[in-house]
């Protein structure tokens, strides 16, 4: 494994880390700047839609820049903006700045993967792509339980300045230790033949959508389901890290192999087993204390399992179907922060009608509606992705 690659989990760590920072700090945040916490966990809303709109636009303009000027473009815009949220006076000019936020997400996410498939050779390419999606990984064991014990020490601003400060120091590695990535000449660059790909478009939409229909509200799924609030949310917001490992080091493994349906349909077996667990436990099945602490550690374990096994699968096949094409990827992360749009929707809105128990009963609808529909659309294993074709 090319070694700067892992300048480039740097990326996907700071990034992973501002997208999600203020998580653990939803309620508070809601309360302080007067609006409920269903309204305020549309700041994730904005941020992906945003990135999904913007995506495509910036591949296409900045199409012929170096992959390393784009991931700084889009880690020093990110780096502004985390200031700024810091010091905004209401939730009008956060909301407008977390959407400006998603732009640098749009820069960045898409310009790191198609650096990490370049440095890598193509039996290699998706451990590469894995190891660039462990820096979500670092992001939930570290930098986004850091930011609740910081925001319960010192506020939810507070929140991010963390991630500014992290943009700060991927920004740095990058500067000096990443080599100047050529963005693929266009005749070598791939195409993107949507009759081949969109089942993976398709794939990688419902995976996003199911899981933040949950995830964005962990604060809340925490306190009703453990009886956990203040930084003891960071422990739990962890283990999202510890999920992601386990599924990185599966997904990795099978992307090499080119694994396809009966991968993806076990990792959505998977996460409706875990929205189940949450159902259970918001619902109390266990006695308070540790048994019910326990119970949703489970959940939030078995749920991050499942995303990270199946996305190096689904951009590894994407890759191999594109040529590595940037407009492709940028597509591809458009797709992810419209499902990720869709979950935080579908999850406020749950919360607003019928209280903290829906929003896993609703992660669990999608999950299984999921699994349904790639079970007649996503191709088989055996059939063999060509480049271009």
């Known amino acids: 494994m090319n070694p700067r690659i892992f300048v480039l989990t740097l990326v996907t760590f700071a990034f992973g880390s501002g997208a999600f920072i203020f998580a653990g700090m939803l309620e508070n945040l809601a309360a302080d700047l007067h609006v409920t916490t269903s309204v305020a966990g549309q700041l994730q809303t904005v941020f992906v839609l945003t990135s999904a709109v913007l995506g495509p636009l910036a591949a296409w303009a900045f199409g012929r820049v170096d992959r390393k000027y784009m991931v700084m473009g889009g880690l020093g815009l990110g780096l502004l903006l985390h200031i700024a949220c810091s010091m905004t006076p209401n939730f009008t000019s956060l909301l407008g700045l977390r959407a400006l936020a998603g732009l640098a997400g749009a820069m960045s996410g898409p310009a790191a993967s198609v650096a990490a498939a370049s440095l890598a050779p193509p039996e290699r390419r998706g451990s590469a ?48 230790f990443l080599p ?46 453990a009886g956990v609030t203040g930084a003891g949310v960071g422990a739990f917001q962890a283990m999202i890290g510890v999920g992601s490992i386990a599924g990185l080091a599966l ?49 939030i374990f078995l749920a991050a399992t499942a995303l990270f096994s199946i996305t190096p699968v689904v951009q590894s096949r994407l890759i191999q179907a594109t040529g590595g094409a940037p407009v492709a990827l940028a597509l591809n992360g ?34 299984l509606t999921a699994m349904t529909t790639l079970a007649f659309l996503f191709p088989r294993s055996k059939e063999k992705v060509e480049a271009g074709a």
């Open 129 to 176: 792509i894995a190891m660039v999606s462990s820096g979500m990984t670092l992001a939930f064991v570290v930098g986004i339980p850091m930011g609740s014990l910081v925001g319960a020490a010192f506020g939810w601003r507070s929140t991010f300045l963390v991630a500014a400060c992290l943009s700060a120091i991927a920004l740095t590695a990058v500067t000096f």
């Open 334 to 367: 458009s797709v992810v922060s419209l499902g990720q749009a869709l979950g935080s929707a579908v999850g406020g809105l749950a919360l607003h009608l019928s209280g903290v128990p829906a929003i896993p009963a609703a992660a669990l609808a999608m999950s």
């Open 180 to 225: 100047k990535v050529p963005a693929p000449p266009k005749r070598d660059g791939g195409s993107l033949n949507l009759p081949l790909v969109w089942p993976f478009y398709l794939t990688t939409f419902l995976t996003f959508a199911a899981n933040m229909t949950l995830n964005l509200y962990i604060q809340p799924i925490v306190r009703v389901g």
């Open 251 to 299: 997904g990795a493994r099978a992307a090499d192999r080119n694994e396809g349906r009966g991968w993806i349909l076990q990792g959505f077996a998977i996460q409706a087993t875990a929205m189940s667990v949450h159902f259970a436990a918001t619902h109390h099945v266990l006695p308070p204390g540790w048994p019910s602490a326990a119970l949703v550690a489970l959940g």
